[in-house]
Structures are given as structure tokens and as C-alpha cells.
């Protein structure tokens, strides 16, 4: 598991990213990888640790900790220390249907449990991982993978996000004929439209649907069921239908003003931007352009972020970003040990491009809107907000209070909700009649069976809210159990 030696020889390097203020003129990836040469020496500080956290995916106090589709770290990160990439792409091609993905937009809660993060920053596992598998379609190594015996059994997935592509491949590789719906206009899901281009451009989602799709997988897009086409015309036509439509309800801000014309919630923004981007590089005007206007985001997580970058590239006047929560510390607390996900501070892409740009952090943190106001035209002129505390009670529960006299007038033109997301949008679910409980289908983990027989969900759709690669683990793990569903024995894992 690399050089015996190499955690102590060799330090981690942060990988390269292009310089801010050039890459906020253009929508092309922020980040760009190591050379080989520094990939062997960041794998030779892989440990040879008795127990290799870094892959035993798990929740721990609410958080992921490390890889929860098993990632075969140790094993490839060996391979890249003594060059044989080939071999390291096969082994991570086990475990991982889509690593150019993850590669580029998970939080690497792997990188969290590494045994060197113990004392010293960890190994730099999501470079790693995305070099491997650029490589892999570099050197022509990726070729479709086509099966060459068909079970006569015919599967309907709904929802083209990671959850669905990762069912799909899986249950296609087994030799069902799989169909997957989409109701947008491309096939994707939040990889298309909800991640921006400069955290994942759109040509590698591509990349990916056109190999699956050459490997005998059919993409039907701007297909919505209960509108185009029925459940139970889907249900008559397929053996077996996996509900993976993510959890797309936004949560929105109930609050006085909240009328106003130029709020919008977070992935009406980057949706439109996208779109626009992608079919005619913003020539159709059909997104919300917030060039010389003061903007504002209501969310502290990574959408928030990223509409934080999107609007520094359509060359806002100044962009702010609240928060409720305190500023995080800059090394883990005594309630926050290893090998937890570490809630420590950190510099993401947008907040660095702000920083560099304005010469601040965009973030305010413990602070609450109070309200919104519009001018005589119905447009929106300014936020309120007030300072908040984060105290606990005498049951150890925390709760937020005012701070009296922290009040606070934000000039803002426009503003995107950017706090998260409620569950899974109701109408696809009841044209399948499925049970629901907190706004998520009712179906338990590892079964994803749903109380209609032959309808399974997984992904966010099933757990709510959730990272890439818990999408792509529910999708593994559906497509083995439709498999047995349909065949009696599976031979996936």
C-alpha cells in the first residue's frame, strides 16, 4: 500500500488550480490534475494501516466517513505509486461506475478517515481517483463494454441522475434491456443541470451517457411520467421500474417580501444558466443574469457556493453568502475526532474566487433574514438580517438567538435560497402509489423495495439529500436486488 516509508518522505500537495481571477472569465474547470510524477509520490503516502478506514463507508454522528461504495483505496493508490495505472483503473472500475464524477464533485469524506489525517493532512485520494480514470479514457483503456447474452427482461428506471446511470449500468452489464426517463431535455440529472460547468464540465457527463448508451442502454429524455407517459403504462411494459428521482423539492424561505421579483430559489439559477450555457453559450438570454447587480445567497452549503461562482462569472457587483451557523475552526474539536468527516474551515473555489475578486470571503456567518424589501415596482432593493447566537440548553440541545442591536440593511438585486431540500416531488410518486414517509419513498435500505410489487427506488429519492456517491451505492445495490427480483439469483454485487 504504497512506500513503506512515504507518509513520512513526502507531504501532500493541494492540486492545481487555475488562477482565480482568470477562471471567473470563463465556465471551464477550475481545477486541473497532477502530473504522473507527483501522483506516484502522493500514492506512496497511502499507509500500509491494519485497517483502512479511507473505504469503510458509514455514518457516524449524521456524517458520511469514508467511501461508502467501497472504493478499493489502498489497492489502487499502490498501483499508482509504481506505475501500473491500467491495473489501478481496473481495480477502481470494481467498486465505482463513475469515477470522473466523483473525482471532480464528492467531498471526499474518504480523505476525512485516512489513517495519516490522524497527525498530518491526508492522502490526496480524489486526485488520485479522478487522474486514474482520465487516464483511462486518455489511453483509449475505456472501450463499451457490451454483453453479449440479453435476459429477455426489461427494466424502466426514472431519473438519470448518478442513482440511476450507476442501477442502469449495473443491471444492463447483467443483460437486462434497461430504458431510463428523463423529464429533462438531457440526460444527467443534477450532474447536468445542478452542477456548474467549472466543477464538472458537461462534455464528461456526455462522455459517460454516449458509452452507456453504445453498451445498449436507451436515454428517452423530456419524458416526465404522469404527463407523457403513465405509470401504469410503464408498469405493463417493464418487468421492473426503479424510482431514482432524486429529492428535487427545494426548500424554500417562508418570509415577509419573499414576493419580490428577483428571488429565486438555488437551481432555478444554475438550471437556467446551465441550459443556456450549454445550447447557445447565453445567445438565448433564457437564464438570470446578475451582471452589475448586488446578489445575494441564503445557504451556506456547496449550491450556496456554487451560485456564489456563478454570479462572479456573470460579473456581479459584489456577492454575499449567509449562513446560520458559526464559522467553523480550522482544526477538528475534542466532539469532532478522527475519523469523523472534519467540520473544520475551509477556502472552496467560489469562496476563493470572491476573495480574490472583492479582496473578502463572501461568507457572514450566525446571521438571519428577517425580511425582504421590494420598491414601487415590485422589485427587490434590500435584505434585513440580524446577528444570531448558537447557545445549548440544559438538555444539551442547541438553539439560535438574536442578538439585540446587530441589525443590518443588505442593498440586493437579486437573491437565490440556497438551504437545501425538502424530499422527493410528489407527483411521479403518486401515479406509482407509492408509500412516502417524510417526503421520501418509503422503501428501507438494502431492499429498496417499495409497498407496489416490481417498483423499486433508491438514491436521494429513497434517503433524501444525499452525496454522489451514496447515489451511486443505492444505485448499485438496487440493480442487485432487481436482479434477484427477476431472476432468482444475481450476479451482481
Same mark, same amino acid.
Given at each position: ?62 456524517? #458520511?466517513? %469514508?467511501? +461508502?461504495?467501497?472504493? *478499493?483505496?489502498? @489497492? ?10 491500467? =491495473? ?103 450532474? #447536468?443541470? %445542478?452542477? +456548474?460547468?467549472?466543477? *464538472?464540465?458537461? @462534455? ?10 453504445? =453498451? ?111 464559522? *467553523? ?165
Amino acid at each position: 500500500m504504497g512506500k513503506a516509508t512515504g507518509f513520512m518522505e513526502y507531504t501532500r500537495e493541494k492540486a492545481s488550480e487555475r488562477n482565480p481571477i482568470t477562471r471567473i472569465k470563463d465556465w471551464k474547470e477550475y481545477s486541473s490534475p497532477f502530473s504522473d510524477e507527483t501522483l506516484s509520490k502522493q500514492g506512496a503516502r497511502c499507509m500500509d494501516c491494519g485497517t483502512p478506514f479511507c473505504h469503510m463507508g458509514m455514518e457516524i454522528k449524521g456524517a #458520511t466517513t %469514508g467511501c +461508502p461504495i467501497n472504493n *478499493l483505496i489502498p @489497492e489502487w493508490n499502490d498501483l499508482v505509486y509504481r506505475g501500473n495505472w491500467k =491495473e489501478a483503473l481496473d481495480r477502481l472500475l470494481k467498486t465505482n461506475n463513475f469515477p470522473e464524477f466523483t473525482g471532480r464533485v464528492c467531498p471526499a469524506p474518504c480523505e476525512g478517515s485516512c489513517v495519516v489525517a490522524i497527525s498530518d493532512p491526508a492522502v490526496a485520494i480524489k486526485s488520485i481517483e479522478r487522474t486514474i480514470i482520465d487516464k483511462g479514457f486518455e489511453e483509449g483503456w475505456i472501450t463499451p463494454r457490451i454483453p453479449q447474452n440479453r435476459t429477455g427482461k426489461k427494466i424502466a428506471i426514472i431519473g438519470s441522475g448518478p442513482a440511476g446511470l450507476a442501477s442502469a449500468d449495473q443491471l444492463n452489464q447483467a443483460g437486462h434491456s434497461v430504458t431510463v426517463y428523463e423529464r429533462s431535455d438531457r440526460a444527467g440529472g443534477l450532474l #447536468t443541470y %445542478g452542477i +456548474p460547468n467549472m466543477k *464538472l464540465e458537461k @462534455e464528461i457527463v456526455e462522455r459517460r451517457i454516449t458509452l452507456l448508451t453504445q =453498451e445498449g442502454i436507451d436515454f428517452v429524455t423530456n419524458t416526465e411520467v404522469g404527463k407523457d407517459i403513465t405509470a401504469q403504462e410503464l408498469r405493463s411494459e417493464y418487468d421492473a421500474v426503479i424510482l431514482a428521482t432524486g429529492a428535487q423539492k427545494q426548500r424554500d424561505l417562508k418570509i415577509e417580501g419573499r414576493e419580490a421579483k428577483g428571488i429565486h430559489l438555488a437551481m432555478e439559477y444554475l438550471t437556467s444558466t446551465t441550459k443556456s450555457l450549454l445550447d447557445s453559450n447565453f445567445k438565448d438570454g433564457n437564464y438570470i443574469d446578475t451582471e452589475g447587480k448586488d446578489v445575494i445567497v441564503i445557504g451556506g452549503g456547496d449550491t450556496g457556493a456554487d451560485c456564489v461562482a456563478t454570479a462572479l462569472r456573470q460579473n456581479c457587483r459584489s456577492v454575499v453568502q449567509f449562513g446560520k451557523h458559526p464559522i *467553523l475552526p480550522a482544526s477538528r474539536m475534542p466532539d469532532n475526532m478522527w475519523p469523523e468527516y472534519p467540520n473544520v474551515f475551509s477556502l472552496d473555489y467560489a469562496y476563493a474566487e470572491a476573495d480574490a475578486k472583492f479582496g473578502k470571503d463572501p461568507r457572514q456567518y450566525s446571521i438571519q433574514t428577517t425580511k425582504m424589501v421590494m420598491d414601487e415596482n415590485g422589485d427587490l432593493k434590500e435584505l434585513h438580517t440580524i446577528q444570531m447566537e448558537k447557545l445549548k440548553d440544559e438538555n444539551g440541545q442547541f438553539f439560535f438567538k438574536e442578538i439585540p442591536g446587530t441589525e443590518k440593511v443588505w442593498p440586493a438585486q437579486f437573491v437565490f435560497i440556497a438551504i437545501g431540500f425538502e424530499g422527493t416531488e410528489q407527483p411521479v410518486l403518486s401515479q406509482f402509489s407509492v408509500n412516502t414517509k417524510n417526503q421520501k419513498i418509503d422503501a428501507k435500505y438494502g431492499e429498496y423495495t417499495t409497498n407496489i410489487d416490481g417498483v423499486f427506488a433508491a438514491g436521494d429519492a429513497r434517503r433524501g439529500q444525499s452525496l454522489i456517491v451514496w447515489a451511486i451505492n443505492e444505485g448499485r445495490e438496487v440493480a442487485r436486488e432487481v436482479d434477484l427480483y427477476l431472476m432468482g439469483a444475481t450476479v451482481l454485487s
